[in-house]
Nanobody, 121 residues
Framework: QVQLAESGGGLVQPGGSLRLSCAAS????????MGWYRQAPGKQRELVATIISGGSTNYADSVKGRFTISRDHAKAAVYLQMNSLKPEDTAIYYC???????????????WGQGTQVTVSS
């Protein structure tokens, strides 16, 4: 079993910054991909950013140039640096990891519990 623990959400004024963190614990052989998603009230969950094992990243158009995803393999952690935040970035942010728990085993998708980000003056 693998657990993801998120931290770093909160209330910030427009134009401000926040850094989200997500660390995995449990039985991990490898992590193939990591990502951040968000869900605003009344909307579907949407992709914010992903980073795969080779290091390639992908961002939603709405956050390009403002958000940066990074990882620390040794800590089994993924981060999301969010700059120039806008009110429309307000949402619950979820981290996501695609994990292989045993050598040659299948991949499993795990989700964090979510952390609230509110951008408001």
């Amino acid at each position: 079993q693998v657990q993801l623990a998120e931290s770093g959400g909160g209330l910030v004024q427009p134009g401000g910054s926040l850094r989200l963190s997500c660390a995995a614990s449990g039985s991990i052989f490898s992590i193939n991909a990591m990502g951040w998603y968000r869900q605003a009230p009344g909307k579907q969950r949407e992709l914010v950013a992903t980073i795969i094992s080779g290091g390639s990243t992908n961002y939603a158009d709405s956050v390009k140039g403002r958000f940066t995803i990074s990882r620390d393999h040794a800590k089994a952690a993924v981060y999301l640096q969010m700059n120039s935040l806008k009110p429309e970035d307000t949402a619950i942010y979820y981290c996501n990891m695609v994990v292989v728990t045993t050598e040659a085993g299948p991949m499993y998708v795990y989700w964090g519990q979510g952390t609230q980000v509110t951008v408001s003056s």
